[in-house]
């Protein structure tokens, strides 16, 4: 995996691990991460397709990240960003987010599209191992 971005180290072997618990690590070592920290962000993270490979398939993405965040927050967003990377990558979610695993979604709260419960679900499972590996 590339990481662009000014990130601390410490972050940035977080975000390896999540990437290497939610991706192969074939598709990992092809994956590109433009990480950006915008002040007065309206959400704590946001995941956009910036780049395809030769077969069309989303490869390099841009993690829009809110600045200043408590770390746990930060590193919970970073897990539930790269959960949407993950979801882009194999073809789960689609970039309009209107579809999930070939079904279409009209008119679903956001928080309860599966591709979000997806996620927050999987954030908190990576945040509390990345807890108990480093402390």
Partial sequence: MILQGRVMRSHMAAIDYFASQLLTPQLKSHII???RFIKNLPVCGFTEVD???S???PREFI???QRGMSEKELLCTFAHEL???KQYAYGELNEKGTRWLSRKYDNVPYNQTP???EA???EERLYKQWL???N
Wanted: charged share 25%; net charge positive.
């Fill in 33 to 35: 991460l433009k990480i």
């Fill in 51 to 53: 780049g395809y490979n």
């Fill in 132 to 134: 108990q590996m480093n």
């Fill in 63 to 65: 993690l829009e990240i």
């Fill in 115 to 117: 591709w979000e419960k």
């Fill in 55 to 57: 077969q069309g398939k």
């Fill in 120 to 122: 927050y679900k999987t």
């Fill in 83 to 85: 959960c949407h990377v």
